[in-house]
C-alpha cells in the first residue's frame, strides 16, 4: 500500500464526468447557419474550464471529443465519427481542448470575477483561429471569405456565452 495521494479524488472524477456528460447533451443542438453552425458546445466549454480549472476541464472535453469520434452523436447537428474532425470544422471541434485549458486557467488563478470572462475570451479567439485556420485549409477558402462565415456570425452569440457561463460559472464553482 502506498501512502501517496491519488491525483484525482472522487469528487473530481464525478465533476469530470458530469461535465463531459454535459458537453455529450447539450453540443448536438445547432442552430444551422452555414458550413459552421451555431451550438451551445462553446457554453458548456466555458462552463467546465471555470469550474473545473485547466486540467480536468481539458479531460472532460478530450472525453466528449472521443465519444463523438466513435460514432455516439454528440456532435453538432447529432452527428458522429471521426470523419467529423477531419472535415472543415474538425478545427473547431479539436481547439475545444485549449480553449477548455485557458478558460480554466484563468478561473483556477484569478481572484477577480473579470479575468474569467477575459480567460474565457483568450480561448474563444484561438479557437477561432485553430478552427478558422483548419477550415481554410480542408476548405480552400481565403481567409477574409472564411472570416465572414466562421468567426463574425458567431461573435455576439459568444460574447453572450461567455457573460452568462461568467456568472453561472464562478456561482457553481463555490458550490462545488
Do not use: H
Not at 447557419?33 to 485547466?54: K, R
Not at 466528449?64 to 455516439?72: A, E, S
Amino acid at each position: 500500500m502506498s501512502n501517496t495521494t491519488p491525483k484525482f479524488k472522487l469528487k473530481d472524477l464525478t465533476l469530470t464526468a458530469v461535465f463531459a456528460a454535459l458537453l455529450c447533451v447539450i453540443s448536438p443542438f445547432t442552430i444551422p447557419i452555414g458550413p459552421v453552425g451555431i451550438s451551445l458546445a462553446t457554453f458548456g466549454i466555458y462552463l467546465s474550464g471555470a469550474v473545473l480549472g485547466p486540467k480536468k476541464a481539458g479531460i472532460a472535453t478530450a472525453i466528449y471529443l472521443l465519444l463523438g469520434m466513435i460514432g455516439l452523436p454528440v456532435f453538432s447537428g447529432f452527428m458522429g465519427g471521426i470523419q467529423r474532425l477531419a472535415g472543415p470544422t474538425g478545427g473547431y471541434l479539436v481547439g475545444y481542448i485549449p480553449m477548455a485549458a485557458i478558460t480554466g486557467f484563468f478561473a483556477e488563478r484569478s481572484k477577480k470575477f473579470a479575468l474569467l470572462p477575459i480567460g474565457m475570451a483568450l480561448g474563444t479567439a484561438l479557437l477561432y483561429a485553430l478552427g478558422t485556420a483548419w477550415f481554410c485549409m480542408m476548405s480552400g477558402t481565403e481567409i477574409i471569405p472564411a472570416l465572414t462565415v466562421c468567426v463574425i456570425p458567431f461573435l455576439p452569440g459568444d460574447a453572450l456565452k461567455i457573460a452568462c457561463a461568467s456568472v453561472l460559472g464562478s456561482r457553481l464553482k463555490k458550490l462545488v
